[in-house]
């Protein structure tokens, strides 16, 4: 019996795997979680084929064979994030560039491991010399044994390098440098979150609140998203399993991340994080919880305003109508919604609309 | 009735009546002006609820609606007690409603608070407040009601930044209470209405009065037409290839002159040189003209001649929205206005209701959808412009 890369989810307690690595199932890495599923990979890839070699309690080990298999359902594997599938061969990408002036940038999307192969053409300078020395650097430092003096002969000058690009320190800028003057950068990186929200997201204590990440739709969907919260300089992965208090609901093109009963210690930066077979790309979002008492401020503040307006135009009234009491009542009470009838004729000119004469 | 020429800042066109302009110009300012920036809270709705734009924007078809539709009731209680009393609770009401809202759950308690607490709120002031700067006027009436209503476009343009500002600063929770509190303004706006003594006799309009029910349809067909330029001007815009920021200018452009047109008509309509109707009917005229120009200018694929339109169509929409209120009372008299003006609101919002299938669902609507759209894709000028105007 052999495994191949399929990937089983196992409703096997803890206990009983640990009695299957101590048998001889030690190839196997695992992933333990209290009363969790345990998904069990089979590590060792990087032989051709993994080969469970049988240990010595046969029927101990086919017992629990079949218990695995009865519990265990096949999934299929989609190539996920963290998981390098040498197996298959790795892609080639070939980028030429053709350098126009002194310095071009040029910027190129990485999703999974590539062997990247890159070409600078040049045309040279005009005071040139015959020969020119040409080398690449990574990230402002120069590759070793990656320097050389050629000679120019009146054509473009060709230089290409092959890069394996595999993990996430292989990502970065690559430049290919000219004479020490004219160079190429190669920005190699994941596919970026666009539209990062610079101002805090705020809400209350013992509210909820919902803080969303997307990816351009241009931009190709990650396999996943993750979430982390900044503690100190460090950032802590955020797990809903463990904290119930957070939920995280994922589409393939966004990702949200809802927390509940919020408490001011939750202020502070979060980070999404869209997880491509290379690296994770992530955009920061800035957390604010505040108390009522903050609006509150405000609100009295207009509402005493009011009330005094209020009280201001009321009293201005009562003063002046006691002014006025001395000329009678009548006087008090203004008659404009009764007009006589001399103004209804004047009203509007030669107005011929039939009006109700009162 | 007397009329006492000794007491002139107390009479029609006196000075206590402009006071009562500047009180309608703040109390429409945050009755419309308010309804008409609600968008930006929005999208916050959409993003903590979790419910479509749709759902999200009945919330202001509600108030708009409840607005409208309570009018009847507002110059009802006028005529049987006092104006000051019926706008003084009409602006608590309001504030009520916003300041319930900012402790919402779920997406109906917003429905019932800022739509129907606050919607019965704004239907008590607007409709009073206008009738009673009408009463105070006979020469000025027009100019009085162009300058006042001048102040739904400014109100809107200067509240979009302001809460925008609440919002990042106390999420949309806390901008609702200060809203709330904003909106209670209003209530020393109808204290300064001075009370009046009112004939007993009842006032009913009848539907029977040949000129006011033609008004009626007038005015009933106006509004149907006359948010769609609004509406579909950013979606033709773009067909015909304009990018959604020029759109959006063009329609922002139209609101500025709006706000002109309203305070030039009026000016010019009290000059008397020419009778009001006539004024009005040259307006929805030219109003009318310039609508059936604005698809014309939009495929020719100039921009400045949209541009032009409408500005013009702007200007001229405006102009006849001064002139529309003025002519009630001309048409029925100052006395049964109030119950006019109620009933004309009406019926504005069941065309509002029945005018939706017309324009492709209420027009309100699909207007704080678009809003919000352009707000989700982040292009914040465009969204200012698009949510002032609806």
Same mark, same amino acid.
């Given at each position: 019996?052999?495994?191949?890369?399929?990937?089983?989810?196992?409703?096997?307690?803890?206990?009983?795997?640990?009695?299957?690595?101590?048998?001889?199932?030690?190839?196997?890495?695992?992933?333990?979680?209290?009363?969790?599923?345990?998904?069990?990979?089979?590590?060792?890839?990087?032989?051709?084929?993994?080969?469970?070699?049988?240990?010595?309690?046969?029927?101990?080990?086919?017992?629990?064979?079949?218990?695995?298999?009865?519990?265990?359902?096949?999934?299929?594997?989609?190539?996920?994030?963290?998981?390098?599938?040498?197996?298959?061969?790795?892609?080639?990408?070939?980028?030429?560039?053709?350098?126009?002036?002194?310095?071009?940038?040029?910027?190129?999307?990485?999703?999974?491991?590539?062997?990247?192969?890159?070409?600078?053409?040049?045309?040279?300078?005009?005071?040139?010399?015959?020969?020119?020395?040409?080398?690449?650097?990574?990230?402002?430092?120069?590759?070793?044994?990656?320097?050389?003096?050629?000679?120019?002969?009146?054509?473009?000058?060709?230089?290409?390098?092959?890069?394996?690009?595999?993990?996430?320190?292989?990502?970065?800028?690559?430049?290919?440098?000219?004479?020490?003057?004219?160079?190429?950068?190669?920005?190699?990186?994941?596919?970026?979150?666009?539209?990062?929200?610079?101002?805090?997201i705020v809400s209350y204590?013992?509210d909820y609140v919902v803080?969303t990440?997307?990816?351009?739709?241009?931009?190709?969907?990650?396999?996943?998203?993750?979430?982390?919260?900044?503690?100190?300089?460090?950032?802590?992965?955020?797990?809903?399993?463990?904290?119930?208090?957070?939920?995280?609901?994922?589409?393939?093109?966004?990702?949200k991340?809802v927390?509940?009963?919020?408490?001011?210690?939750?202020?502070?930066?979060?980070?999404?994080?869209?997880?491509?077979?290379?690296?994770?790309?992530?955009?920061?979002?800035?957390?604010?919880?505040?108390?009522?008492?903050?609006?509150?401020?405000?609100?009295?503040?207009?509402?005493?305003?009011?009330?005094?307006?209020?009280?201001?135009?009321?009293?201005?009234?009562?003063?002046?109508?006691?002014?006025?009491?001395?000329?009678?009542?009548?006087?008090?009470?203004?008659?404009?919604?009764?007009?006589?009838?001399?103004?209804?004729?004047?009203?509007?000119?030669?107005?011929?609309?039939?009006?109700?004469?009162? | 009735?007397?009329?006492?020429?000794?007491?002139?800042?107390?009479?029609?066109?006196?000075?206590?009546?402009?006071?009562?302009?500047?009180?309608?110009?703040?109390?429409?300012?945050?009755?419309?002006?308010?309804m008409?920036s609600l968008g930006i809270f929005f999208v916050e709705f959409v993003e903590y609820f979790e419910e479509s734009a749709q759902t999200i924007s009945w919330i202001s078809s509600t108030g708009?609606?409840?607005?409208?539709?309570?009018?009847?009731?507002?110059?009802?209680?006028?005529?049987?007690?006092?104006?000051?009393?019926?706008?003084?609770?009409?602006?608590?009401?309001?504030?009520?409603g916003l300041?319930l809202a900012s402790q919402a759950t779920c997406v109906l308690h917003l429905y019932l608070t800022m739509g129907?607490?606050s919607?019965?709120?704004?239907?008590?002031?607007?409709?009073?407040?206008?009738?009673?700067?009408?009463?105070?006027?006979?020469?000025?009436?027009?100019?009085?009601?162009?300058?006042?209503?001048?102040?739904?476009?400014?109100?809107?343009?200067?509240?979009?930044?302001?809460f925008q500002?609440l919002v990042e600063?106390y999420a949309w929770r806390g901008a609702l209470l200060?809203l709330?509190?904003?909106?209670?303004?209003?209530?020393?706006?109808?204290?300064?209405?001075?009370?009046?003594?009112?004939?007993?006799?009842?006032?009913?309009?009848?539907?029977?009065?040949?000129?006011?029910?033609?008004?009626?349809?007038?005015?009933? =067909?106006?509004?149907?037409?006359?948010?769609?330029? /609004?509406?579909? #001007? +950013?979606?033709?815009?773009?067909?015909? $290839? *304009? @990018?959604?920021?020029?759109?959006?200018?063009?329609?922002?452009?139209?609101?500025?002159?709006?706000?002109?047109?309203?305070?030039?008509?009026?000016?010019?309509?009290?000059?008397?040189?020419?009778?009001?109707?006539?004024?009005?009917?040259?307006?929805?005229?030219?109003?009318?003209?310039?609508?059936?120009? =604005?698809?014309?200018?939009?495929?020719?694929?100039? /921009?400045?001649? #949209? +541009?032009?339109?409408?500005?013009?169509? $702007? *200007? @001229?929409?405006?102009?006849?929205?001064?002139?529309?209120?003025?002519?009630?009372?001309?048409?029925?008299?100052?006395?049964?206005?109030?119950?006019?003006?109620?009933?004309?609101?009406?019926?504005?919002?069941?065309?509002?209701?029945?005018?939706?299938?017309?324009?492709?669902?209420?027009?309100l609507g699909?207007?704080t959808v678009?809003c919000l759209h352009?707000r989700k894709?982040? #292009?914040?000028?465009?969204s200012?412009?698009?949510c002032?105007?609806c």
């Amino acid at each position: 019996m052999f495994c191949s890369r399929i990937v089983l989810q196992c409703d096997i307690m803890a206990a009983s795997l640990a009695q299957l690595i101590e048998e001889g199932w030690g190839d196997y890495t695992m992933q333990q979680e209290e009363g969790e599923k345990i998904p069990c990979e089979k590590a060792a890839l990087g032989e051709d084929r993994g080969i469970i070699i049988m240990s010595p309690s046969w029927t101990q080990l086919l017992f629990q064979i079949l218990l695995l298999l009865v519990c265990c359902r096949h999934i299929n594997t989609k190539t996920s994030g963290a998981t390098p599938s040498p197996l298959a061969p790795v892609p080639t990408v070939a980028r030429s560039v053709v350098l126009k002036g002194e310095s071009q940038n040029e910027t190129i999307e990485v999703l999974n491991p590539i062997k990247l192969e890159l070409e600078c053409t040049w045309t040279g300078d005009q005071d040139k010399l015959p020969n020119i020395t040409v080398y690449w650097m990574k990230d402002e430092n120069e590759i070793e044994n990656s320097r050389l003096t050629v000679q120019l002969e009146n054509e473009p000058y060709n230089l290409k390098r092959e890069f394996s690009i595999e993990k996430e320190e292989n990502l970065g800028t690559y430049s290919c440098v000219f004479e020490n003057v004219s160079k190429i950068n190669f920005i190699l990186a994941a596919p970026q979150i666009g539209d990062v929200r610079e101002k805090p997201i705020v809400s209350y204590v013992g509210d909820y609140v919902v803080m969303t990440c997307k990816m351009e739709e241009s931009k190709p969907k990650p396999s996943s998203w993750n979430w982390y919260k900044k503690n100190g300089t460090d950032e802590e992965q955020i797990f809903p399993a463990e904290e119930p208090r957070y939920k995280i609901k994922n589409e393939d093109e966004k990702t949200k991340l809802v927390v509940h009963n919020l408490t001011e210690a939750d202020s502070g930066l979060y980070y999404c994080g869209a997880v491509y077979a290379i690296a994770t790309t992530k955009s920061p979002v800035k957390l604010k919880v505040i108390t009522y008492w903050e609006p509150l401020k405000p609100f009295l503040a207009i509402l005493a305003e009011v009330i005094v307006l209020v009280a201001i135009i009321l009293l201005c009234e009562k003063s002046q109508s006691k002014k006025d009491g001395a000329t009678g009542n009548e006087t008090n009470a203004d008659q404009t919604y009764t007009l006589t009838e001399g103004e209804n004729k004047d009203q509007e000119g030669n107005s011929s609309v039939r009006q109700r004469k009162v | 009735s007397v009329r006492r020429s000794s007491d002139d800042a107390d009479g029609p066109d006196g000075s206590w009546g402009w006071v009562l302009v500047g009180a309608l110009f703040v109390s429409t300012g945050l009755v419309f002006g308010l309804m008409r920036s609600l968008g930006i809270f929005f999208v916050e709705f959409v993003e903590y609820f979790e419910e479509s734009a749709q759902t999200i924007s009945w919330i202001s078809s509600t108030g708009l609606a409840a607005q409208q539709f309570f009018s009847p009731l507002g110059t009802a209680l006028c005529n049987a007690y006092n104006a000051r009393m019926v706008v003084m609770a009409g602006g608590c009401l309001a504030g009520l409603g916003l300041i319930l809202a900012s402790q919402a759950t779920c997406v109906l308690h917003l429905y019932l608070t800022m739509g129907l607490i606050s919607g019965l709120g704004w239907g008590l002031v607007f409709t009073p407040m206008v009738a009673t700067v009408m009463a105070n006027f006979t020469r000025h009436r027009a100019l009085a009601l162009g300058l006042a209503f001048s102040g739904i476009g400014i109100s809107s343009f200067a509240f979009n930044p302001l809460f925008q500002l609440l919002v990042e600063m106390y999420a949309w929770r806390g901008a609702l209470l200060i809203l709330g509190g904003l909106s209670l303004n209003i209530v020393p706006c109808g204290a300064l209405i001075r009370p009046q003594r009112r004939s007993k006799a009842r006032q009913k309009v009848g539907w029977t009065s040949r000129p006011y029910a033609t008004y009626t349809l007038a005015i009933v =067909l106006l509004n149907i037409g006359y948010f769609v330029p /609004y509406f579909h #001007l +950013v979606a033709h815009g773009r067909q015909a $290839g *304009f @990018s959604e920021y020029q759109a959006a200018f063009v329609m922002s452009a139209a609101g500025a002159t709006d706000i002109l047109g309203r305070v030039v008509s009026g000016w010019f309509s009290d000059m008397g040189h020419f009778r009001l109707i006539h004024l009005l009917s040259f307006w929805v005229a030219l109003a009318g003209v310039f609508i059936m120009l =604005l698809p014309v200018s939009s495929l020719s694929g100039s /921009y400045a001649a #949209l +541009v032009l339109i409408s500005l013009l169509y $702007g *200007f @001229s929409s405006g102009a006849l929205t001064s002139l529309a209120f003025a002519a009630v009372p001309l048409i029925v008299g100052v006395e049964r206005m109030m119950g006019a003006l109620g009933l004309l609101q009406l019926l504005e919002s069941a065309t509002g209701l029945l005018g939706a299938p017309l324009s492709g669902r209420s027009t309100l609507g699909r207007c704080t959808v678009l809003c919000l759209h352009y707000r989700k894709s982040n #292009l914040h000028r465009v969204s200012n412009y698009v949510c002032t105007v609806c």
